[in-house]
């Protein structure tokens, strides 16, 4: 894909986390738990949309001079990756997105509308070198792969937020979801095998138990 086809895939699946978080069915389980255990219905929205604040944040921020770390090995080092595989979750981060969730769905809705709004321009600025930092990690990717890792976490908590309110998963664009299931079967592989991945692919009577990449 091109960093025009990246860019224009991420917008749309921003748009589209946006317009399930807009629903009515998030705003009347707000305070309900979603299927995130821990999290309830709202700080999972905020989560969600937090993935285009981030991303507009990042783009507001100049170009760092570190060198971009190829997109794979980013899910090697971070340590939340590790901490999911082992089956723990963030308690901190829960906390964090629910404590934002109690501004209220109107408010999460409009911070995010806004991020939304600020991205097409944020997005078509040069940059050079054309990366982006992430400091809470403390490395750097290019800005094509940042951007792809934000449709990961955009498709999948676009299901997790769908299934705690019983709506349907969006439906998400061929240049959304053919990178999302490049990185998430890039990780799988890494986590279970070459092996594990072609058999739960072709062979069901061979298939492991599971193959999540998280």
Not at 6 to 30: I, N, R, Y
Not at 116 to 127: C, V
Not at 159 to 168: C, E, H, K, M, R
Not at 199 to 212: D, E, H, K
Request: with cysteine.
């Amino acid at each position: 894909m091109t960093r025009a086809e990246h860019v224009a895939a991420f917008l749309s699946a921003a748009e589209a986390a946006h317009q399930l978080a807009s629903t009515p069915q998030v705003g009347d389980a707000w305070g309900s738990e979603s299927a995130c255990a821990g999290m309830t219905v709202g700080g999972l929205a905020h989560h969600l949309l937090k993935q285009t604040g981030n991303t507009a944040r990042a783009l507001s921020d100049e170009p760092h001079d570190a060198a971009p770390i190829p997109m794979l090995e980013h899910y090697v080092r971070a340590v939340w990756v590790r901490e999911s595989q082992a089956g723990r979750t963030d308690p901190e981060q829960t906390e964090n997105d629910n404590g934002a969730a109690s501004a209220g769905h109107d408010a999460v809705l409009q911070a995010g509308r806004a991020a939304l709004d600020a991205l097409p321009e944020l997005l078509a600025a040069r940059r050079d070198p054309d990366t982006i930092f992430i400091p809470w990690q403390g490395w750097a990717l290019t800005t094509p792969d940042f951007l792809t890792t934000r449709m990961m976490e955009i498709v999948v908590h676009s299901d997790d937020l769908a299934a705690s309110v019983g709506t349907p998963t969006p439906q998400f664009e061929e240049g959304v979801i053919a990178p999302v299931l490049g990185l998430l079967t890039g990780v799988a592989v890494r986590r279970h095998g070459q092996a594990a991945l072609v058999r739960a692919l072709s062979r069901p009577q061979r298939a492991p138990a599971t193959v999540s990449a998280f």
